[in-house]
């Protein structure tokens, strides 16, 4: 090869390797296996081992792949964040351990921990107090999210116990268990909303949120690896570990103290077919050297050290033959194509499906009809096809075709401009999408309706009963009907009258939500009811008021308009208001509590650590005080929490409008 080659080859792996730590990193959705990413990592390190000349500063192996947003305070790390070496092949450990001792002699030991699948956090305490929670980003800076990190009820606020130095960082790895995963994941599916691959995608996403209220619903957990300290009075990483845990830390019980590599290798053995018995994902086993003399003594490279490294096993894989490909239909009409698969082995279970998510899915595989198909289960709960084993294609096998009409009702389906998914139009007629409809506005996430459930639903409408949410309502005018259907007790009939009855007095961002609009979901609902106050209002809305309100985008905004565009849909709404639904938010009346802050005008922004805006907004409006939307020059104060927005603080330092605090706020009305 020519040094042109070469330097093409170097060139076009590093610009390749850096899209795909974007997508990793900022995007949280990966295109290509951690396998492979891994092996043109191992690639372009040699090449460039051997040509240095070649090296360019902004190579992925020089750094690590994170990067910091704009959306948060960045912060510098006292210690910088590194990554790990790692290798997925034991001769590499044995090496890795002939290096050491090489370096240090043959007396030392090593600690293994699992390799949490997650993202790294490092957190800051002084006095035993958590001061700030920042992000790898780019292993020197990161982002400042203690407003997100404060909602994960794992990591303490505060600390305390012997030997803790005054002021220290820990860090440790946060993640989301499968079952947190799978009910999120299928909610957002239900909303028509994209889901994650896989939990350690939800939980990178969740951390970079800008609405701490919403981190808080989307519970996430943290394990704790390391302490860093300019006064650490522990001479081993070990005798750290269990310091930590009796301050209040929560560390993994699974971590092992070994002697030699030997142990490493039968500890990282024991855990190949465990893994799947936990509840979360681990990627690998880490080795760390223990003593930190020892640490110290093996330094590190420029992006790792040298006194650790990673084992990661494989994600599993199996070949099996695609049988077929089918399509599932949801309540707003969302097409899911399924690859139904000829059973097989997989990872401790029998596989039989994996998701396709979408055409452009089908589209990238190139999928065949019977095509033998790589699929994986990583720690993953849902399979996903890898590639087609082109050798074993059959000849003459036709290309799977998208379909065109709905697997349900027959309607040609459609397909927004710039959209992954299809989706029925038929919402009046195709089966899946009317039960669907009346299920999700029954659920307990929505109006809460005691006495029927998804079954009863799915029997009321076969039966002609039930065909819309607003009917319901009338199910009280036809006793004589439900008593004669199977299985359907007086009892059980009056319960559901009585819940059917009870949930008139659901408050209307329950309502909204229970209308099934597309991408609105719960938090939306209720962001949008907050904003609009009514149902009229919010009907008669138009994109860019729907903007203004916190939180809609676009798509949701436009979402919203297509939705009350629909003459049908006003019908029912109205046929629900005259049931005696709320189609408007409770206005809280105000008791004047004292006239202390009377003249006095805040902007409250921000998450604070002892009210939530909502009971702040009260206290100011309870105290004579008025709410204002956005800074202005007549602004009296500006109430501020953690994770605030930097443009609102740029404003108000700009407009000299005094910030203040929650405790000055308090301290005002005293
Ligand atoms: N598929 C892709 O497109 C793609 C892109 C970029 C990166 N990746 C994957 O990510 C890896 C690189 O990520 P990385 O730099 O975070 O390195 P890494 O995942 O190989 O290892 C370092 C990280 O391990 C984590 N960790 C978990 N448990 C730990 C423990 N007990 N002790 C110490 N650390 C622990 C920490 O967050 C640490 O930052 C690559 O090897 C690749 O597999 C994949
Ligand atoms: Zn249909």
Known sequence: MSGNDIQNQINQLVNELNQHNYNYYQLASPTISDYDFDQKLKQLEALEAKYPEYLRPDSPTQKVGGEITKNFTTVQHKWPMMSLGNTYNEQDLLDFDQRIKKAIGENFQYVCELKFDGLSMSLTY???????????????????????????????????????????????????????????????????????????NFASGTVKMQDSAEVAKRPLDCFLYFLYSDENPFKTHWDSLQAVKSWGFKISEESKLCDNIQQVLAFIASWEQKRFQLSYDIDGIVIKVNSYAQQQE????????????????????????????????????????????????????TVKRATLHNANEIERLDLHEKDTVLVEKGGEIIPKIISVNLDQRLPNAQKIQYIQNCPECGTPLVRAEGEAVHYCPNDEGCPPQIVGRIQHFISRKAMNIEGIGAETVETLYQRGLLKHISEIYELKNHEPELKSLERFGEKSINNMLLGIEKSKEMPFEKVLFGLGIRYVGATVAQKLAKHFKNIDALSKASLEELILAEEIGGRIAQSVIDYFADAKHLEEIAQLKQAGLRFETEEKEVVLQSESLSGKSFVISGVFENHSREQLKEIIESNGGKILSGISAKLSYLVAGDNMGPSKLEKANKLQIPIISENDLLQMIQ
Request: aromatic share 8%; proline share 6%.
């Open 298 to 349: 093996l330094g590190f490279t420029a992006k790792s050290p040298r006194w650790a490294i990673s084992y990661k096993y494989k994600a599993q894989e199996v070949e099996t033959i695609l049988e077929k490909v089918t399509y599932q239909v949801g309540r707003t009409g969302a097409i899911t194509p399924v690859a139904n698969l000829k059973p097989v082995l997989l990872a401790g279970t």
């Open 126 to 200: 002084q006095d035993g107090q958590l001061l700030r929670a920042v992000t790898r980003g780019d292993g020197t800076k990161g982002d400042d999210v203690t407003a997100n990190i404060k909602t994960i009820r794992t990591i303490p606020l505060r600390v305390h116990g012997e030997k803790m130095p005054s002021y220290f960082d820990i860090r440790g790895e946060v993640f989301m268990h499968h079952a947190a995963f799978e009910r999120l994941n299928n909610e957002r599916i239900e909303n028509g909303e994209m889901p994650f691959a896989n939990p350690r």
